[in-house]
């Protein structure tokens, strides 16, 4: 029963990392219909620039804000020069081109930080927490962790619902052309978006860097359950990525923790590859996709 | 179909004196580029012509690699019939992944397919008994008896790779042309219209994966043979993503597109290696220049050329009159 709980918690924790990347995807996804793979790339430059802020003053807490606003801008600036002048043009071209700005980012990486694997600071301790006299399997570091993404995506759902800004970016998402009818800046709209994904993409990279270290290529399996996690969810809804991140980390743990003769680590990959094809087979476009859109 | 095998005949004589001219590198390279000619045409011909998405194309290659591998090992059979085993039996992968892909849509797919490649080459590493585990499993191949003892193995892998490769093309080449390419771009354009015209739309799209997977296979067997080694460090999914970067690049749904691509993916990355080396940057600075300076060419090739390499040469040599639609240039092979 311990190891459950153990097991079940520690793969809330990673969870809720894959959730922050898919709920990054999804916002990309529902402004421009492009799928970002320099999501994992763009989070692993704002955690180098971070952990270099750390390093400098000291502080991890002014590594964490720096980290996020970089995702901010990052997110902004890549939007605006990199992805506008694909939008329109056969889809695939916008993907290569996010593929490409990932080959870049971790290109620039390995020249300014060096390939070598750092270790990332934490905000608390990462000694096991308990209850009573039973070991979690968790610390205060994987707590905050959790809290600080379900936070963030409260935050994002509330704006969503009930401000002004969330109802454009709705709208855009939902009809570009009948926004832009209404008034709405819809070019702008995209551009919050992407800059929203980077601020999530950033606070993922900082929270998953701790237990991944950090190099070039550090997020690029993170990125990959993101995806796999958004896909389970939908693509087009953010409950569906928190789910489907839920779903993916638990289920990852359970197989890493259960599955025995030290095979676990090397299953991850086919048990998340099992659970992808599962829920594609029943509901083709993830567990909270909507009515299929195609015309059959 | 007479330009086809006109240019398959040039392409041959060219690549045979080549392999005579140059050093044992530089054959492993032509080997490299027919390797991934072979992928990728597979891939476009799914991608371009079908119109379903796959990042995980290395998972086929892995297949056919381990196939070669094993039967090479346990069997000793002619290197041809392994090639034709390894085909055979990635196709029918190809079936099993297409079946199952058939009823997801584009990003479903992509996922799915993404998926497929990290998975599948860590079974090689949950089996060690089988497949080697991490190390792998070594491959032997010898160029044959016939050529004389002196004769170097490096061009007779680059010989063998050409020969599959255009035998590839020509085969991908017919096959677009006739009626199952027909029906692809049409369930690729529009599947109720491809459907109410009478159209298998499922056995269409099932039927492009197998042969897009055989392609993977062939591609996978040749990698094993060229590199002597098969091991799931070799099949990363960075390799599935650069295959359809290689599409994309070379000119999406045509197959001289694929030869591009292979050509960029092959040639660029050791190219700027010798020139940042040459320039005396430092170690680390000049590891990552490449990688860098290569991220930067795949964005600014898609900035400058929407439709891929090939799109370009068309309309440098003056077919620009015809609309570049994607279904007049793969009618241009």
Redesign the interface.
Known sequence: MTEFIQFTLSGIVFGMVYAAIALSLVLT?RGTRL?N?AQGGMAMLTTFIALEVVYKTGSYWEGFVVALAAGVVLGAVVELV?VR??LG?????S???T??????????A??FF??QFRSFPTAFSITGVHLGKTPLGVSRFDEFVAGVVLASTLILAVAFRFTSAGLRMRAAAFNATVARLSGIRVARVLTVGWALAGLLGALAGVLVSPSTFLY?NSM??IF?YG??A??IGG?DSPPGAVTGGLILGVGLSYVGGYVGGG?GS?????A??AM??LV??LR???LFGGA????? | MRRVLASIVIVAAVVVLLSIKLNAFRDYQIAEIATYTTAVAGLTVLTGLSGQISLGHGAFMAIGGYTTALLLLHLSWPFVIVLLVSAAITAAAGGVVGVAAARLSGPYLAGATLMLGVALPSIASAYPGTFGGDQGLTVVFNAPAFLGANFPLTRWQAWVATATALVTLTLLASLSRGRIGRNWRAVRDDEVAAAVAGIDVARARVLAFVVSAACGGLAGSLLAVITALVAPGAFPITLSITLLTAAVIGGLGTLPGAVWGALVIVLVQPYITNVAYSHGLSATTSANIPIAAYGLILILIMLAFPQGLQGAVSRLLGFGLVPLKKEDTSERT
């Open positions: 996804w799928l793979f990199v002048p694909t043009r056969p889809e695939l071209n993907v290569i081109v593929i490409g700005l990932l080959i870049l980012l971790e290109g620039l390995g020249i060096g390939g070039p690029d399996s990959v995806f796999t958004a896909v693509l095979r090397d299953l991850t990959a086919i998340a590859m992808l094809v594609l087979m083709p476009a993830g299929s859109l195609r015309r059959v």
